[in-house]
T-cell receptor
Framework: DTGVSQDPRHKITKRGQNVTFRCDPI?????LYWYRQTLGQGPEFLTY????????KSRLLSDRFSAERPKGSFSTLEIQRTEQGDSAMYLC???????????FGPGTRLTVL | QKEVEQNSGPLSVPEGAIASLNCTYS??????FFWYRQYSGKSPELIMS????GDKEDGRFTAQLNKASQYVSLLIRDSQPSDSATYLC??????????????FGKGTSLLVTP
């Protein structure tokens, strides 16, 4: 399977704990995006990487959120001190070029108790 | 705030009919337009992209773009029960430093009845 992969697929945590998600993009794609989706809403943009550089961050990305893409391949998204409002599906997407089609991974569903 | 608007539905069509899904967007400089299908509990799946005015056909799907009216639509011919899903319209979020992050509508729920 050469699509976008994400791990874990589900995560249940208690409020205040830290969580980390991983995304592996399509191998030839140098652009990687993180989105968050809550029930009944479309995905909302969080952050964007071109190779290892984080070039754009949404206002949604509070100080508790950090993302990295250290070698321009996989990416991690960490949420510190989780809150119940962080419960959502976290989606990763990758694309080949600016403005081109973005392909999504299966997502990580986070539940904060 | 750049917005993408879709009728939330549900849109119900009988099997074999044409389903018509509509989307309007507010940012006039948008250049890339996409339709994603999302089944309940799953991630969005790209089904169509369109970049210039007019129609683009791919199998049973036709995307239509009218930049002057800031309108994009998706037609699904010969609708099947397996087409029942939420359809998300996405528009590129163009700015000078953007990697073209997508702005999504809330989606239209489509139900195809046998």
């Amino acid at each position: 399977d050469t699509g976008v992969s994400q791990d874990p697929r589900h995560k249940i945590t208690k409020r205040g704990q830290n969580v980390t998600f991983r995304c592996d993009p399509i191998s030839e794609h140098n652009r990687l995006y993180w989105y968050r989706q809550t029930l009944g809403q479309g995905p909302e943009f969080l952050t964007y990487f071109q190779n290892e550089a984080q070039l754009e961050k949404s206002r949604l990305l509070s100080d508790r959120f950090s993302a990295e893409r250290p070698k321009g391949s996989f990416s991690t998204l960490e949420i510190q001190r989780t809150e119940q409002g962080d419960s959502a599906m976290y989606l990763c997407a990758s694309s080949l070029a600016r403005g081109s089609e973005q392909f999504f991974g299966p997502g990580t569903r986070l539940t904060v108790l | 705030q750049k917005e993408v608007e879709q009728n939330s539905g549900p849109l119900s069509v009988p099997e074999g009919a044409i389903a018509s899904l509509n989307c309007t967007y507010s940012d006039r400089v948008s250049q890339s337009f996409f339709w994603y299908r999302q089944y309940s509990g799953k991630s969005p799946e790209l089904i169509m992209s369109i970049y210039s005015n007019g129609d683009k056909e791919d199998g049973r799907f036709t995307a239509q773009l009218n930049k002057a009216s800031q309108y994009v639509s998706l037609l699904i011919r010969d609708s099947q029960p397996s087409d029942s899903a939420t359809y998300l319209c996405a528009v590129n979020g163009l700015n000078s430093n953007s990697g073209y992050a997508l702005n999504f509508g809330k989606g239209t729920s489509l139900l195809v009845t046998p």
